[in-house]
């Protein structure tokens, strides 16, 4: 008989936007948790830089306090970021057309595709998209909270458990917003 995987469900992560670095923070802990069901390598991966990712946007753009939580449903584990800021983030769209493409009426006026191309901003959500194959979305609630998610897929995880010293708590108590 293999032993049960322990996991520990509930908040994994809280933070302030005084933490120093919470988006490292939240990939260790999170990796430890993924690792500990046994997930396979890529898909530990692709969860922790995706909520690295969704981590990095609560801190920049949201109020806190901020929780990065994890909950077991039916053959998929869900990692949720929880913060204070209900509004639903704009996601960058991207041009269609080749972005080099030459303008004869600006002689070639490429530069001002390319740069919008190199942009640093508005990536992130299109980053998350592709991690997690289209497996993601947004909830709020009418306290003023904020829920992020990405949903993995388990395959031959065990049944609910905790780790060691935690007391088990029922699923209606995993997730909570109105805390």
């Known amino acids: 008989m293999s032993a049960i995987p322990v996991i520990p469900l509930g908040c994994l992560y809280r933070w302030t936007s005084c933490t120093p670095n919470p988006a490292a923070q939240a990939r260790m802990k999170l990796r430890c948790a993924l690792s500990q069901l046994g997930l396979p390598g890529e898909l530990i991966s692709d969860g922790v830089?995706?909520?690295?990712?969704?981590?990095?946007?609560?801190?920049?753009?949201?109020?806190?306090?901020?929780?990065?939580?994890?909950?077991?449903?039916?053959?998929?584990?869900?990692?949720?970021?929880?913060?204070?800021?209900?509004?639903?983030?704009?996601?960058?769209?991207?041009?269609?057309?080749?972005?080099?493409?030459?303008?004869?009426?600006?002689?070639?006026?490429?530069?001002?595709?390319?740069?919008a191309l190199l942009s640093e901003r508005g990536r992130g959500l299109h980053i998350v998209h592709e991690l997690t194959r289209g497996a993601w979305g947004f909830r709020t609630s009418g306290n003023g909270t904020k829920v992020?998610?990405?949903?993995?897929?388990?395959?031959?995880?065990?049944?609910?458990?905790?780790?060691?010293?935690?007391?088990?708590?029922?699923?209606?108590?995993?997730?909570?917003?109105?805390?």
């Open 49 to 115: 830089l995706a909520v690295s990712e969704l981590v990095a946007n609560a801190s920049e753009h949201a109020l806190g306090p901020y929780e990065l939580r994890l909950r077991r449903m039916v053959g998929t584990l869900m990692c949720e970021v929880l913060d204070h800021d209900p509004r639903i983030p704009h996601l960058a769209e991207f041009p269609s057309a080749t972005p080099f493409e030459a303008k004869p009426q600006s002689c070639g006026g490429g530069l001002d595709a390319l740069l």
């Open 148 to 179: 992020v998610w990405i949903a993995l897929p388990l395959r031959n995880a065990g049944p609910d458990s905790v780790c060691q010293g935690e007391q088990p708590r029922a699923a209606s108590d995993l997730y909570d917003t109105d805390r």
